[in-house]
């Protein structure tokens, strides 16, 4: 397996698979409804290509072969959905399709993140994760991770929370 750059001819893989993973990752705990509205919303092929031309804003892709099984998205400055934290970098998205979870891919784009904080010389890496993703919260702890805020977020109609999750990188 490897992690690489997403490449600007591979935004339609991009759309389908940030909008494959997500509904695979929360389906099961959300309306229909609410997860049609938000996916629709923010996964559109248009919001996707969006986010891929935000020069503050960088993606990657773990492929196993020649499959795209998952991929990482890095924000910095205004790109960052929260700015409470000075010099940081912040991983919005880690995806992987549920063929793939729990053999490793995750760890592999977390590092990628923690090797792009460090060669650019942030001092912090955080994250957002839903309160009601246990497993999610777990892996980020056992790297690290520590909970210092959180925020509101919206899917569809229904008010959720994201715990914000740092790590100091020095």
Known sequence: MEVRPVGAHEIQDLHLLA???FLEAFSLQNTPEDMAAYSEQAFCYGAIEAEFLNPD???FFAVCS???IGYLKLNRGAAQTE???ENALEI???YITAEFQGGGVGQA???KA???SRQDNYDWLWLG???QNPGAIRFYQRHGFVAFDSHAFLLGDDPQTDLLMRKKNR
């Open 19 to 21: 909008k494959r993973t």
């Open 57 to 59: 804003s960088t993606f």
């Open 66 to 68: 020649t499959k795209i």
């Open 83 to 85: 700015h409470k934290l």
């Open 92 to 94: 919005e998205r880690i």
């Open 109 to 111: 784009l977390l590092q």
């Open 114 to 116: 923690f090797d792009v």
């Open 129 to 131: 994760v839903w309160e």
